[in-house]
């Protein structure tokens, strides 16, 4: 065999693997940000589905039992309201409920998971390659949990107004191919709003 089909042949060799290194290389890299890629938007749907469970949890809460009595007013002979009180019986009932709720709905996402479309990962959002999907399981972190926030403020002469919040923090751990995600969800939503009206309370007791 001549030296020049040596050289060809050598040449040949380096060539073919320097382009499998390349494509190697490249397929790494995109497999690199495919995966970061995949654990924001994991982290996004599942802090969107988390927002979903503790909205409608409020929503249902509300529906079912009076929150207006989580607070009590205490008021002289005259009916002018002397102070807002924190009704402890109630507003443990109330966050028994909110709870329950909450749990239903994680319960129900445990099972469903979460969804994230070939087409939403890839950002090519065509009708063959949305058809497909990658589902990912999701598991609840810990106990979910509940508290109650209230002000009472000014709203008008002789007025006051006593808002109640409840903030609502759930934590949640999607399974990712190659780990997992951690995300940690905080909600705040009025269950209560009422308008006080007399002399504004002397003493108030925050929740």
């Known amino acids: 065999m001549s030296r020049k089909r040596i050289s060809r042949k050598c040449k040949a060799s380096y060539i073919f693997l320097g382009t499998l290194i390349v494509i190697a290389l ?3 890299c995109i497999i690199g940000e495919l995966r970061e890629h995949l654990a924001e938007i994991t ?9 979903d469970i503790i909205t409608s949890a409020v929503e249902r809460t509300i529906s079912q039992c009076p929150c207006e009595e989580i607070y009590k007013l205490t008021t002289d002979g005259n009916g002018a309201v002397l102070s807002a009180k924190l009704n402890a019986d109630s507003a443990n009932r109330v966050k028994n409920i909110l709870t329950q709720e909450v749990e239903k709905g994680l319960d129900k996402l445990g099972e469903d998971g979460i969804a994230i479309p070939m087409g939403v990962l890839i950002g090519i959002p065509l009708p063959a390659v949305g058809c497909d999907r990658i ?13 109650f926030r209230s002000t009472l403020e000014t709203a008008g002469i002789n ?5 109640v919040y409840a903030v609502v923090t759930v934590d949640i751990r999607a399974i990712l191919p190659n780990g997992h995600t951690d995300i940690s969800v905080t909600e ?8 006080i009206v007399g002399e504004v309370p002397q003493s108030y007791f925050r929740g």
Not at 188 to 195: A, F, K, S, V
Request: proline share 0%; charged share 25%; aromatic share 2%.
């Open 43 to 51: 982290e996004y749907r599942g802090r969107e589905a988390a927002t």
């Open 188 to 195: 705040e939503h009025i269950i209560t709003d009422c308008l």
């Open 159 to 163: 007025q006051s107004r006593l808002t």
């Open 135 to 147: 589902d990912l399981g999701v598991q609840q972190i810990g106990a979910v949990k509940s508290e």
């Open 26 to 28: 490249a397929g790494i």
